[in-house]
Structure formats: structure tokens, C-alpha cells
């Protein structure tokens, strides 16, 4: 049931979106971090370079996220999560463009600004493009995803009009964005498709990625590796959803992917989300030192420090092709400097 490279970027048009991405994004060879790790041919897919307030990930979500607002008309956009979240900073940075009021509800956690330490990498930006803040103890999952949706009747009821970026409407729009990336990444590496494509995904990167790999019958491997372990069966959610997303873009992926072709590696996330680990260290200064490239601590960097580690341990094996989709999330280096610098 594969499709054609030209009918999915066709069906990819039927999706109402926004213009909010530098594309395409550059896939350059890693030719000093492939020598450094060994018998392997890394190449990176600029994600970080998408534009938009610093580029990631977010921004090609965006534009079908934010595209279902502004063809609801839509006056305003709910979004939530950590304190240093990228896609807060990203809707902060696209409702300022479309001329949309942005509220941020944000969690309260260990990067918040206290006395003595104010605002720092996303959350200064999201101050910086306008959003309202409002702040939650709750933490991230469920319970998070409760006290969004109780923001949102709040708000409302006080007579605004409010999309709410979330659930698995948010995440199936988002993936669509990376529906088209992968498309963007086949044309791009035309006869020589990769072995593997190592990413940090755990939503709607991962969803989109995988469907598009189930829609045009690719044989390179996508290897997300979690930022966070949810309270959720993420394997299972995805497995759920890629139908959602294909049924978006109007084509046929019942009962796909089958499981053995989800590969989430939960392994590097270390004792928390967005707490960065030693292995998170090495690979952002390795890449920084043997590629001019910047990662980061929550995200990027761990995606990074497992690629190192495949490669080390042999699960990548020797003289295989790699293409490490960066994903973004450097303003929170900032946020990094006493843990990049101890
Ligand atoms: C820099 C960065 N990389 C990766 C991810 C994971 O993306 P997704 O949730 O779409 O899979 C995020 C999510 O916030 C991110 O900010």
C-alpha cells in the first residue's frame, strides 16, 4: 500500500497550514563527528535552522497546528508545559506573526524565575513576543493536560476565543508537519536513503516521521529517542495514530505501523526530563567541538548522546549511514551554564 513520493506531497496540500518555516532546512554531512565516532557516515537534517524565534522542531508543527486556528478564526491560542518548553517559545513567536493573543500556561518547576534569578532562554522569549503567562504546580501528563483544558473554559467564559493546542487533534496536525519533512529529507537524499534516522521524538515528530516512512514504504529505520517517559503507552499511542494522520491527508494506513516497526528508546532520558545527563554533556560538546553545531541539554543532546552510544556499542553497525534529524531547543542552553560548566 506504499504511495508515491509525488502523491503524498500532494496529499500534504489538502492540509490547511500557515507559512511560518525557513524551507527546505539543509542536510549536511558531519564529516569530524562521523571521524570521531568511528566507522560511520553522520549526516544532519538542520531542524534547529526552520526559523522562527531560533527554529526547532515546533516550527513545521506549527504550521498545521496554527493553521486549524486561524481557519477557525480563531482570536487566540492556549498552549502549556515546562517552564523552558520550545513549543511555548515557537506559538509565542507564530501567534505574534498571525496576530494572535498567545496564553501560556507553565509549570512551575526547577527553571522557573525566582527572586534574584529572572526570566531566562524560552521563557524570556516568550515575555519578549507578548504571551500571557499563567502558571500550574501540576506536573506534566494528565494532570497538566487538566489544568489546560480548565484554563481554557476560564478563559472563555470571560469571553475569549481560544484554540487550544493540544490532545491528539494537536498532535495528528503536528505530525503532518513531519509528513512533509520526511518528504523534504527523501528528495534531499535522493538514491542514497540512510540506514537510520536517529531523532529526539516522542509525539508528534515521532508520528509524522513514522507515517510517512509507513506511506511511502521506506526501508531506513527511525529511532526516536524519548526526551521523557510518559504516563501513557507512547509505543501504543503512536501505533494508535498513524491512521489519525493518514486519515488527515486523506490516504490509507489502516492498521499500520506494525509494532516491531516502532523504535522509542526511553533509555536516555536519566533521572528526569530536561535534566541533562553526563552522556547529554559529551554529545552537546562533541558535536559543538567537531562541527561548529550547537544541541541541547533537554532534547537534542540526549538524541545525540544515544546515537554516540549505538554507535559505540555496535547497535549502529559499522559503515552504516545515519542522519541525525536536529530538532532544535538551544535558547535553553542559557538555562544550562552552571551544569555546562561545572
Ligand atoms: C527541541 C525539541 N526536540 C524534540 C521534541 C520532541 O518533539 P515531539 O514531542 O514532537 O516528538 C521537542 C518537544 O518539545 C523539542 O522541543
Given at each position: 500500500?506504499?504511495y508515491?513520493?509525488?502523491?503524498?506531497?500532494e496529499?500534504?496540500?489538502?492540509?490547511?497550514?500557515?507559512?511560518?518555516?525557513h524551507?527546505?532546512?539543509?542536510?549536511?554531512?558531519a564529516?569530524?563527528?562521523?571521524?570521531?565516532?568511528g566507522?560511520?557516515?553522520?549526516?544532519?537534517?538542520?531542524?534547529?535552522?526552520?526559523?522562527?524565534?531560533?527554529?526547532?522542531?515546533k516550527?513545521?508543527?506549527?504550521?498545521?497546528?496554527m493553521?486549524?486556528?486561524v481557519?477557525?478564526?480563531?482570536?487566540?491560542?492556549?498552549?502549556?508545559?515546562?517552564?523552558?518548553?520550545?513549543?511555548?517559545?515557537?506559538?509565542?513567536?507564530?501567534a505574534?506573526?498571525l496576530?494572535?493573543?498567545?496564553?501560556?500556561?507553565?509549570?512551575?518547576?526547577?527553571?522557573?524565575?525566582?527572586?534574584?534569578?529572572?526570566?531566562?532562554?524560552?521563557?524570556?522569549?516568550?515575555?519578549?513576543?507578548?504571551?500571557e503567562?499563567h502558571?500550574?504546580?501540576?506536573?506534566?501528563?494528565?494532570?497538566?493536560?487538566?489544568?489546560?483544558?480548565?484554563?481554557?473554559?476560564?478563559?472563555?467564559?470571560e469571553?475569549?476565543?481560544?484554540?487550544?493546542?493540544?490532545?491528539?487533534?494537536?498532535?495528528?496536525?503536528?505530525?503532518?508537519g513531519?509528513?512533509?519533512?520526511?518528504c523534504?529529507?527523501v528528495?534531499?537524499w535522493?538514491?542514497?536513503?540512510?540506514?537510520?534516522?536517529?531523532t529526539?521524538?516522542?509525539?508528534a515528530?515521532?508520528?509524522?516521521?513514522?507515517?510517512?516512512?509507513?506511506?511511502?514504504?521506506?526501508?531506513?529505520?527511525v529511532?526516536?529517542?524519548?526526551?521523557?517517559?510518559?504516563?501513557?503507552?507512547?509505543?501504543?499511542?503512536l501505533q494508535?495514530?498513524?491512521?489519525?494522520?493518514?486519515?488527515?491527508?486523506?490516504?490509507?494506513?489502516?492498521?499500520?505501523?506494525?509494532?516491531?516497526?516502532?523504535?522509542?528508546?526511553?533509555?536516555?532520558?536519566?533521572?528526569?526530563?530536561?535534566?541533562?545527563t553526563?552522556?547529554?554533556?559529551?554529545?552537546?560538546?562533541?558535536?559543538?567541538?567537531?562541527?561548529?553545531?550547537?544541541?541541547?541539554?533537554?532534547?537534542?543532546?540526549?538524541?545525540m548522546?544515544?546515537?554516540i552510544?549505538?554507535?559505540?556499542?555496535?547497535?549502529?553497525?559499522?559503515?552504516?549511514?545515519?542522519?541525525f534529524?536536529?530538532?532544535?531547543?538551544?535558547?535553553?542552553?542559557f538555562?544550562?551554564?552552571?551544569e555546562?560548566?561545572?
Amino acid at each position: 500500500m506504499a504511495y508515491t513520493l509525488e502523491q503524498l506531497e500532494e496529499a500534504l496540500g489538502s492540509v490547511y497550514s500557515v507559512r511560518l518555516a525557513h524551507l527546505p532546512t539543509p542536510l549536511e554531512p558531519a564529516p569530524r563527528l562521523s571521524a570521531a565516532l568511528g566507522d560511520v557516515e553522520i549526516w544532519i537534517k538542520r531542524d534547529d535552522c526552520t526559523g522562527l524565534a531560533f527554529g526547532g522542531n515546533k516550527t513545521r508543527q506549527l504550521e498545521y497546528t496554527m493553521g486549524q486556528a486561524v481557519a477557525g478564526y480563531y482570536k487566540g491560542v492556549l498552549q502549556g508545559a515546562a517552564s523552558q518548553s520550545n513549543h511555548c517559545r515557537q506559538i509565542a513567536a507564530a501567534a505574534a506573526q498571525l496576530g494572535l493573543r498567545c496564553h501560556l500556561l507553565l509549570q512551575r518547576d526547577s527553571h522557573a524565575p525566582t527572586p534574584g534569578h529572572p526570566a531566562q532562554g524560552n521563557l524570556l522569549l516568550d515575555s519578549l513576543f507578548g504571551a500571557e503567562i499563567h502558571w500550574t504546580d501540576a506536573p506534566l501528563g494528565k494532570a497538566f493536560d487538566e489544568a489546560k483544558k480548565a484554563l481554557a473554559e476560564k478563559l472563555r467564559a470571560e469571553g475569549e476565543s481560544v484554540y487550544l493546542i493540544g490532545g491528539v487533534t494537536g498532535k495528528a496536525y503536528g505530525a503532518v508537519g513531519y509528513v512533509k519533512a520526511m518528504c523534504e529529507m527523501v528528495r534531499q537524499w535522493g538514491d542514497s536513503a540512510p540506514d537510520y534516522l536517529y531523532t529526539c521524538a516522542s509525539t508528534a515528530t515521532h508520528l509524522g516521521l513514522v507515517t510517512a516512512r509507513e506511506a511511502l514504504g521506506l526501508r531506513t529505520r527511525v529511532e526516536a529517542i524519548a526526551p521523557i517517559v510518559w504516563d501513557y503507552d507512547a509505543r501504543l499511542d503512536l501505533q494508535r495514530h498513524v491512521p489519525t494522520v493518514a486519515a488527515l491527508l486523506g490516504i490509507d494506513l489502516i492498521g499500520k505501523p506494525n509494532a516491531e516497526d516502532i523504535h522509542l528508546d526511553e533509555g536516555y532520558v536519566g533521572p528526569a526530563y530536561a535534566v541533562m545527563t553526563p552522556e547529554a554533556r559529551e554529545a552537546i560538546e562533541l558535536t559543538a567541538r567537531t562541527e561548529g553545531i550547537l544541541l541541547d541539554p533537554a532534547y537534542s543532546g540526549k538524541a545525540m548522546a544515544a546515537l554516540i552510544d549505538h554507535v559505540r556499542r555496535g547497535v549502529v553497525p559499522p559503515g552504516s549511514k545515519v542522519v541525525f534529524l536536529h530538532t532544535g531547543g538551544t535558547p535553553a542552553l542559557f538555562c544550562y551554564a552552571d551544569e555546562l560548566t561545572a
